[in-house]
Nanobody, 122 residues
Framework: QVPLVETGGGLVQAGGSLRLSCAPSGGRSFSLNVMGWFRQAPGKEREFVSRIAWSGNTDYADSVKGRFTISRDNAKNTVYLQMNNLKPEDTAVYYC???????????????WGQGTQVTVSS
C-alpha cells in the first residue's frame, strides 16, 4: 500500500471549477499504477468517478463525462482531477486511490487517501 494525500477541495458555486490533486506521501512513485478518483456523498455509497492508466488511457463515469478531466504527471508523481461546470449533485468527499488493475471497482484499489470535501452550492 502507498499512502496518498489529496488536496484542492473546497466550496464553489454551481458552474464553477475546482482542481483536485493526489500524490503519494514519502516520495513514492506510482507511475506504473492505475490511479482513480471516487466520491461519496452523505448517505450514499462510494462511487467511481474516473481512472487513468500509466499509459494515459482514461475513463469516466457518465455523470461527469464532458465536465471532469483526469490527468497525471508521472515526473511529479501527481494525479489531477479538473472539475468544471460543477453541480450541487457533485457535492461529496472525493478520494484518490491506486490500483494494479484497470478497474472501476473500489475493492480493486489497495491504497486510498483520506479524502477531500467538495461542496457545490446552488
Amino acid at each position: 500500500q502507498v499512502p496518498l494525500v489529496e488536496t484542492g477541495g473546497g466550496l464553489v458555486q454551481a458552474g464553477g471549477s475546482l482542481r483536485l490533486s493526489c500524490a503519494p506521501s514519502g516520495g513514492r512513485s506510482f507511475s506504473l499504477n492505475v490511479m482513480g478518483w471516487f466520491r461519496q456523498a452523505p448517505g450514499k455509497e462510494r462511487e467511481f468517478v474516473s481512472r487513468i492508466a500509466w499509459s494515459g488511457n482514461t475513463d469516466y463515469a457518465d455523470s461527469v463525462k464532458g465536465r471532469f478531466t483526469i490527468s497525471r504527471d508521472n515526473a511529479k508523481n501527481t494525479v489531477y482531477l479538473q472539475m468544471n461546470n460543477l453541480k450541487p449533485e457533485d457535492t461529496a468527499v472525493y478520494y484518490c486511490a491506486r490500483s494494479l488493475r484497470w478497474s472501476r471497482v473500489s475493492d480493486d484499489f489497495d491504497s486510498w487517501g483520506q479524502g477531500t470535501q467538495v461542496t457545490v452550492s446552488s
